[in-house]
């Protein structure tokens, strides 16, 4: 067994310096204008701390494609789209239904508009955010988001034509024990 030299400086070791990351400023406004929406967005699918990875992890990810983003003509619904199959995936979202259809057939404008009703009515109508708040974190324009809206509780309206107000309440009818 042979001994470390007594002469040998120690020296201490001393991480790399962290590269300085800047971001584009047009990032950050968008960073700062969305990141609450698309936080609630994820708090409405998956509990926390799952909500706030998911919805970094959709950032990091827009971050990432931020130069060919931009370059979209309508750079908002491209992000919208990274950052709602990114949470929808953390989820574990329905991947065979309609919202894993969109993604491998996004042709099918059906399929699309079920998308569009379902994120406009979580975000207007679950959580809350007004129709230009909504349509602005989707990147849709505000008729659309309102027309989306108008289909879904009118599909609503069918779905409980001819029952009864008690039917209509939710946790009456075949929801209890007794139904």
């Known amino acids: 067994m042979t001994a470390a030299p007594a002469h040998a400086p120690v020296r201490p070791v001393v991480p790399a310096a962290r590269p300085a990351v800047t971001l584009p400023p047009a990032f950050e406004a968008f960073y700062a204008l969305h990141c609450a929406r698309y936080l609630g ?33 309508n750079p908002a619904a491209c992000a919208w789209a990274l950052v709602r199959t990114r949470i929808r995936r953390r989820s574990g979202g329905p991947g065979g239904g309609v919202e894993g259809a969109v993604s491998r057939h996004p042709s099918r404008s059906g399929l699309r508009r079920s998308a569009l009703r379902y994120d406009a009515f979580v975000l207007h109508e679950v959580l809350g955010h007004s129709l230009e708040d909504t349509a602005e974190a989707m990147g849709e324009e505000i ?3 309102r027309c989306a809206l108008g289909a879904g509780r009118g ?3 069918a779905e409980t034509a001819g029952r009864s107000a008690a039917d209509r309440l939710p946790g009456v009818g075949g929801n209890t024990p007794h139904g």
């Not at 998956?46 to 931009?70: F, K, L, N, T």
């Open 41 to 73: 967005y994820a708090l409405a699918h998956v509990a926390e701390p799952w909500a706030s990875r998911a919805v970094g992890e959709a950032m990091g990810e827009v971050a990432i494609r931020w130069a060919d983003i931009v370059r979209c003509p």
């Open 143 to 145: 008729s659309r988001v």
């Open 155 to 157: 599909r609503v309206r």
